[in-house]
């Protein structure tokens, strides 16, 4: 099984409030992602990351932030929750092609 | 026109029946392929990569048709377990490349 980890895994927070959500990987491997699924529906790309020091926008534009200072990290940034944040976010690194997930932040704005 | 295209479904089949599903990508010079299985609010995993010959794995067929640009995946003797969203992933090969995903197949097996 991949060695990739995120958290919170669940997150209530009020409107106006800023968060990270945590994501880190052990196994070494250079890119990272961010996705953003609501349930039942597609996973969109919002954010990747080819290795330190760099970070990309994908597909679904996003009021988001990440930053890459080290290979095993990768967190992002939301600098002030709305309700339409609401939704679960997926980190995701790979090798090879070969993609693999953490277990999600499931996040609520209330 | 999206690049990755998958009928979202969802299928409904009973136990022990065959059912495959087909996924096709626009970009012809895609060289990397895989299914991925997505239990409902668990993250994806990886089922199985698809090779240019074929490949099987236990009840799953995978296929790759280059010329006609789909993917496909079979399921034989369908279980209640394997009920879930099955993602189709097309990629390149190379530092530059990410991902590309389709929206995903439904498939419902029944009693």
């Known amino acids: 099984e991949a060695d990739i980890y995120q958290t919170p895994r669940y997150l209530v927070i009020g409107t106006g409030k800023k968060i990270t959500l945590e994501c880190s990987q052990t196994?070494?491997?250079?890119?990272m992602y961010w996705y953003q699924q609501d349930p039942g529906m597609e996973l969109h790309l919002i954010h990747y990351?080819?290795?330190?020091?760099?970070?990309e926008k994908g597909d679904l534009s996003s009021e988001s932030t990440v930053s890459r200072i080290r290979t095993e990290h990768f967190p992002l940034t939301l600098e002030s929750a709305r309700p339409s944040h609401t939704s679960q976010y997926l980190c995701?690194?790979?090798?090879?092609?070969?993609?693999?997930f953490g277990p999600g932040t499931r996040l609520t704005v209330t | 026109r999206k690049e990755v295209e998958q009928d979202p479904g969802p299928f409904n089949v009973p136990e022990g029946a065959t059912v495959a599903f087909n996924c096709t990508y626009s970009?012809?010079?895609?060289?990397?392929f895989f299914w991925y299985r997505q239990d409902c609010r668990k993250e994806p995993k990886l089922l199985m990569s698809?090779?240019?010959s074929g490949n099987e794995d236990g009840r799953f067929t995978a296929q790759l048709n280059r010329a006609s640009q789909y993917i496909s995946l079979l399921i034989r003797d369908s279980k209640l377990s394997d009920s879930a969203t099955y993602l189709c992933?097309?990629?390149?090969?190379?530092?530059?490349?990410?991902?590309?995903f389709g929206r995903g197949t439904s498939l419902i097996v029944h009693p």
């Open positions: 995701a690194s790979s090798e090879f092609e070969r993609q693999y």
């Open positions: 196994m070494g491997h250079d890119k």
């Open positions: 990351s080819y290795g330190v020091n760099s970070t």
């Open positions: 970009n012809s010079a895609s060289q990397s």
């Open positions: 698809v090779y240019s």
């Open positions: 992933v097309v990629n390149m090969v190379g530092g530059s490349y990410i991902p590309t």
